[in-house]
Every structure is written in structure tokens, then in C-alpha cells.
């Protein structure tokens, strides 16, 4: 996954610099803005990749701690705040077309609880205030619930009152390491780092018992009882497939039983359909989980391993060292997989097409294996998959998936990442990003950002590359790994040597040094 360091700007109106836990994540820099200085600091949020709003409520509204004041004039209330707010948002933007994350207003320790109890009337105001800022936020940036943070870490572990008051600090260590940690998975969100695959162990996973001592009417799977645990987390998996997660099936048992449990018990909630590959077998997991990568042209520092076996744990831990391995428990199997960064605004058709061509590999595997058994070459298998190969000018539409592309995409690409609200800005102001140069040549010709699209006899691949041109200069170049071996890659290289590229950017993946030597002996000549 692409880890790079990126710079964060906090803005707020509290004191958090020396509380803040150093050196968390991948953050190469973290600067320290007041609030009432954004004009004054306008060079540091530029140069920042991510700027965070952290604004105390009842530091930046002295006077609205009063429940009855609330009442009186409630929607006047909310409107002049808004207002404000709106305003230092657009304040922000004028100094950075980067992501900005707003932290939400919270109230959670102000003393009117302990007279009042729940009755108290500011959260409601604070709850409808921070509906208006999620709407007010555009693009990529993101709203951060910070009430959803305290009620996680609880009210008394959240403030320091001597820091508040000495310092104007009101919050622990603890709580800004969590907030640390949340910025940096929105962080990651917007790019694309996560991880692609969740390998499911079925006993004790999926379902509570062993199907091959208890049958399928003695597991524990339903809506009440042991088996509550199992079907809560089966729809937590399908969440995640519906979300672009691939699942994988890796376990010891007979194959037909597995499938029977599937298609039979009442109490399934994921089916056959949402699986990708199954290893149901009684070989070593570590091995059938290579298999499951090969069969879905991952990496294994792609993938998530999940088994109530801490010994089976253990030997996909020492063997398989890339492969993230979890323990599944009721209690911390929902955190453990936090290692998932996703965005809830996905494109769910995009997700679903996915998915489906990983379940469809099989058939384009059994077909080639036909044709090579038969004597045919390759390119007769490639034309018997009858593909289509369509690229066009991309819509606004498609920006995300390929925005997606971009980021998630370590192999098959030049190694630049874009975030939806970048390509907006390349596409509709036709600039390019800070590092590429734009020749005298190349002026007034604009950026084309184009979306390459597949289909083939099984299924619609959808979007799996992209190419951003700036007159003679490669600007994007992302495709898929599950399109590789089709010759996808051959026409796009085509489609630049027919518009006249003769120059590109690259950036190192780690991965990707074979299309570097592609681009440099068969498409283009380096200015």
C-alpha cells in the first residue's frame, strides 16, 4: 500500500501543539495554525497536504452556554453560526485546494449535565449545527464527528481541566492521539490506502461450531443467542464486499458442505455470489491463501486473514508476513479491522462490477485452460474472450473510480495520485499538479483526462485505467492488475502513440519499473 508522508496543518482556537502525540502514522510534518492567523499563515496551508479545523464550541462562543438563551432564539442561533463558519471555510479555501477536514462542535463537558441531566438543551443546538457544516463541506473534504470520538473514549478520559484552564488545552493525550489517528484514516480514505481483500476462515467465523463434527443443523448461526455474534459480522462483511472489499473463503473442511451451508441455512447472510475465490481443503492455509492472490492478481500485503485459530494465526503470521492475520473474537474483531479505510460515498456500481469480475475469473481461467489444452495460442483466447476496449473523454461521473485507479493502482501506473477534487481542478482549469512541466508547445491545449472501460463474453469490467494527457506530456497512466495479460495495456500505449506523446511523468511505486521501461523504449522520448 502507498504509505507517503504527507504534511498536516491543524488550524483551531485551542492549544494543541504541545499535547499533540508526536510522530503518529505517516505524517511527515504537523504545523500549528491559531485560527485568528489563517491570513497571517496563508504560506503554511498551502504547502500542506491536509488542513484540519479543530474549533472548541464554547471557545469560539463564549456566550451560548446558557440552556435557556439557547431556547429563545434557537434557529438564529444556528444560522449566525453557519454563517461564521461558512465564511472561515471559504477563507481556507482560498489558501489551499487540498483536503480539508472539519472537526464537529461538541459540549460533552460543559457542567449544565450535572443539573439538567440529558434534558439539556445544547446538544441539540450543537447536533444541528454540525449537520449544516457536513452540508457546507464540498469535494473530498470531510466532516469528523467528534461526539462519535468522546462517546468511544468516554467523557472523563476526553478533558484535561487543568490544561484547560492553565492552557487553554482542554483535551487529553488520549483523546488527541485518537483524533490523530481519525485524521490520518480520513487521510487515507481520500487516498485510497487500504487494504483489497478479507480472507474469511467458516468455523467459528462465519458460523459458531465445526460444520464437519456438527452438521449444518447443529452450527450456531441466527438472529438470537451464540450465533447472534457470527451473523452480525457476516453483515459486517457484506457491508464491506458492497463497499469494494473482495472475500475470500480459506477453509478446512469439505468444499460441498461449505456450499451447502451456503445455499441451505436460513441463517446466511452472505452467498455464494459475494465470494471471489474459495480454498475450502484440508491444505495449509498459508498456501491456500497464496493461491486466493494468485487467482485474484493481489498482493498479499493486500489481503486480511481472519480465523479463530490462534495456531493457524501464528503459521500465516510467520509464513506469510505480508498478510495481515486476525484473530477473530466478538469483542475485538471490529477494531482489528480497522486496517480497512473505507469511503462510505464509494460508488457501489462501480464496487458490484468489480466484485463480479473476480467471480467471473474462473470462467475466463477454465476457458483459457480449455483452448491451451486444445493447442491454442493465447491470442486466440484473448480473441475468444470477444473484449471490448472503449476509451473515451471521462464524464464527472467517473471521477471517483478513477481517482480510485490513481491512488490504489502500485503496478500498471506512473505512480501519480490524484484525489476526485484534483482531477476537477486539472479537467476544469486544464493546470497540472506542482512537478510536471508544461512545454511551450503545449499552451492553450488543455488537460484530457480519459477513462478506459472493458468488457468481455462474462462480464462488464467497467472502469480499469485511466490516461491524463496535457498536450504532448503523459500526465496519468493507471490500470487495473485484475485487467493485466489482455493486451489492455497494449492499447493504451497505442492510443498515446497515435495523439503524439513524447514525454511523461513517473514516479516510483517500487512496482512499477517495468512500465517505466515500456514508456521509455516503445512510446516516448524523454525531453
Known amino acids: ?57 464554547t471557545t469560539q462562543f463564549p456566550d451560548y452556554d446558557s440552556g435557556n438563551e439557547v431556547r429563545e432564539s434557537h434557529v438564529n442561533h ?8 461558512k465564511s472561515f471555510y471559504r477563507l481556507l479555501r482560498t489558501y489551499t485546494g487540498g483536503k480539508i477536514i472539519w472537526c464537529g462542535y461538541e459540549c460533552e463537558d ?21 449537520i449544516g457544516l457536513r452540508a457546507m463541506l464540498t469535494g473530498t473534504d470531510t466532516f469528523i464527528d467528534m461526539r462519535h470520538l468522546i462517546a468511544r473514549l468516554g467523557t472523563a478520559a476526553t478533558y484535561d481541566r487543568k490544561n484547560k484552564y492553565r ?31 478479507l480472507v474469511l476462515d467458516c468455523d467459528g467465523v462465519l458460523w459458531g461450531g465445526i460444520l464437519s463434527e456438527d452438521g449444518i443443523e447443529g452450527i450456531l448461526l441466527g438472529n438470537e443467542g451464540p450465533g447472534r455474534q457470527h451473523m452480525d459480522f457476516q453483515r459486517f462483511c457484506l457491508w464491506l464486499y458492497r463497499h469494494g472489499v473482495i472475500l475470500a473463503l480459506c477453509s478446512k473442511n469439505y468444499e460441498s458442505d461449505v456450499l451447502r451451508v451456503f445455499r441451505e441455512h436460513s441463517g446466511m447472510i452472505l452467498r455464494e455470489e459475494h465470494i471471489a475465490c474459495f480454498q475450502i481443503n484440508w491444505d495449509n492455509k498459508a498456501e491456500n491463501i497464496r493461491r486466493i492472490a494468485d487467482a485474484l492478481r493481489i498482493g498479499l500485503d493486500s489481503m486480511v486473514f481472519v480465523d479463530d485459530s490462534p495456531f493457524e494465526i501464528r503459521a500465516v503470521e510467520s509464513l506469510l508476513p505480508e498478510v495481515t492475520a486476525v484473530i477473530f473474537h466478538r469483542d475485538t474483531i471490529y477494531d482489528a479491522l480497522s486496517c480497512f479505510n473505507i469511503c462510505e460515498s464509494v460508488d457501489l456500481t462501480q464496487a458490484e462490477m468489480r466484485n463480479r469480475t473476480y467471480k467471473t475469473d474462473a470462467l475466463r481461467e477454465q476457458l483459457r485452460k480449455n ?9 486466440s483466447y484473448l480473441q475468444a474472450l470477444k473484449m471490448q476496449v472503449d476509451i473515451h473523454i471521462a464524464a464527472e461521473a467517473e471521477l471517483a473510480r478513477i481517482a480510485e485507479l490513481s491512488q490504489r493502482t502500485n503496478k500498471c501506473t506512473n505512480g501519480i495520485r490524484y484525489t476526485v477534487s484534483e482531477l476537477k481542478r486539472l479537467t476544469q482549469n486544464s493546470e497540472l499538479s506542482d512537478g510536471a ?3 511551450e508547445s503545449e499552451e492553450g491545449s488543455g488537460y484530457k483526462l480519459y477513462a478506459v472501460t472493458v468488457s468481455d463474453r462474462f462480464s462488464d469490467l467497467g472502469i480499469v485505467g485511466t490516461l491524463g494527457i496535457y498536450g504532448n506530456n ?10 493485466l495479460g489482455r493486451n489492455i495495456e497494449q492499447e493504451m500505449l497505442e492510443f498515446l502513440r497515435v495523439h503524439g506523446i513524447n514525454s511523461f511523468r513517473f514516479e516510483s511505486t517500487h512496482k512499477n519499473d517495468e512500465l517505466h521501461r515500456i514508456l521509455q523504449e516503445k512510446i516516448m522520448k524523454l525531453n
Open 110 to 130: 460543559m457542567p449544565h449535565f450535572n443539573v439538567c441531566g440529558a434534558s439539556f438543551s445544547l446538544p441539540g443546538l450543537i447536533d444541528a449545527i454540525n
Open 437 to 439: 512541466e508544461r512545454n
Open 474 to 483: 503523459l500526465d496519468l497512466f493507471s490500470l487495473s492488475c485484475r485487467a
Open 167 to 197: 492552557w487553554n488545552a482542554p483535551y487529553s493525550k488520549s483523546f488527541l492521539y485518537l483524533l490523530a489517528c481519525e485524521i490520518h484514516k480520513q487521510y487515507c480514505i481520500s487516498r485510497g490506502i487500504t487494504k483489497k481483500c
Open 371 to 379: 483452448m491451451t489444452d486444445s493447442g491454442a495460442s493465447y491470442e
Open 1 to 57: 500500500m502507498n504509505t507517503d508522508a504527507y504534511r498536516l496543518c491543524i488550524v483551531s482556537n485551542i492549544t494543541l501543539e504541545p499535547f499533540w502525540p508526536a510522530g503518529t502514522q505517516q505524517i511527515e510534518r504537523t504545523y500549528f495554525v491559531p485560527a485568528e492567523d489563517v491570513k497571517a499563515a496563508g504560506d503554511i496551508i498551502r504547502s500542506s497536504d491536509i488542513v484540519a479545523v479543530v474549533l472548541h464550541f
Open 78 to 85: 444556528i444560522n449566525e453560526i453557519l454563517d461564521a463558519c
